[in-house]
């Protein structure tokens, strides 16, 4: 918290001497330039209010009671506390990227919650036919649905500006297989949600046909985010960043 604090005065205080520098050409400018420099003057204002902002979502969380993380039944308690770890670190400006893998891709957990003894990775490897397994692995991907949910709902409540954290922000859910029982990599699906500070629309469903790449979604999204990167991944299927995203 203290290394947060001193980061953001020291921002403020940088802000505050181009203020003084902008109040002290206005008078030397003629009336178009004027409007002009009160323009840059009232955008800097609205950063610094964001600032402020930040100051408050940045102290330290009160230490709740422990949770035993050897437990599955505490599996959801922890991926949330892991969520909001990861948001307040995004709101205070401590990282711009951040990851979360709830478990490995050989994941053996059940999920007695649910009321699934069986362990994850053997379900995915049983035959489509198999109804019984199909309807436990739905269970899976809602239950990794909800916590999503509650992802995108820990942004959406940062405010930043006229907006929210998960306008200012993307966030990718994907699967490192598209078909595990064949570990296949075709179709992969995405989801993708928030904004990027305006230049992602969501509300849409987009389908790639080759030799557009699951890699070429990614350099978009980076382009999105003002990274152009130029390639992404094995440059043998990488063919561009992927148009219209």
């Not at 609205?46 to 969380?61: I, N, Y």
């Not at 699934?116 to 309807?135: F, K, P, R, V």
Request: with cysteine.
């Amino acid at each position: 918290a203290s290394r947060v604090s001193h980061l953001l005065k020291r921002r403020r205080s940088v802000l505050d001497g181009v203020l003084g520098t902008l109040n002290d050409l206005a008078p030397r400018l003629d009336a178009a330039d004027r409007a002009r420099l009160q323009s840059h003057t009232d955008s800097v204002r609205e950063l610094e209010k964001q600032l402020v902002a930040r100051t408050s979502l940045c102290t330290a969380p009160a230490q709740g009671g422990t949770i035993n993380s050897t437990s599955v039944a505490n599996f959801e308690a922890l991926s949330q506390a892991q969520i909001k770890l990861m948001v307040a670190a995004l709101a205070c400006d401590l990282t711009r990227v951040a990851s979360l893998q709830f478990d490995g891709c050989r994941s053996m957990l059940p999920f007695p919650a649910l009321g699934i003894s069986n362990a994850h990775h053997s379900l995915t490897h049983d035959s489509l036919s198999n109804t019984g397994s199909q309807d436990k692995l739905i269970k899976i991907n809602a239950f990794y649905a909800k916590q999503f949910a509650f992802l995108l709902g820990q942004l959406d409540a940062v405010q930043e500006g006229n907006g929210t954290l998960l306008d200012n922000c993307v966030v990718l859910w994907v699967n490192e297989l598209a078909d595990p029982n064949a570990h296949s990599h075709s179709p992969m699906r995405m989801v993708l949600a928030g904004k990027a500070g305006g230049s992602l629309t969501g509300g849409r469903y987009l389908h790639y046909e080759a030799p557009a790449s699951q890699s070429g979604i990614y350099a978009a999204i980076a382009h999105k985010l003002d990274a152009p990167i130029t390639t992404f991944g094995n440059p043998e299927y990488y063919t561009g960043p992927n148009a219209d995203l």
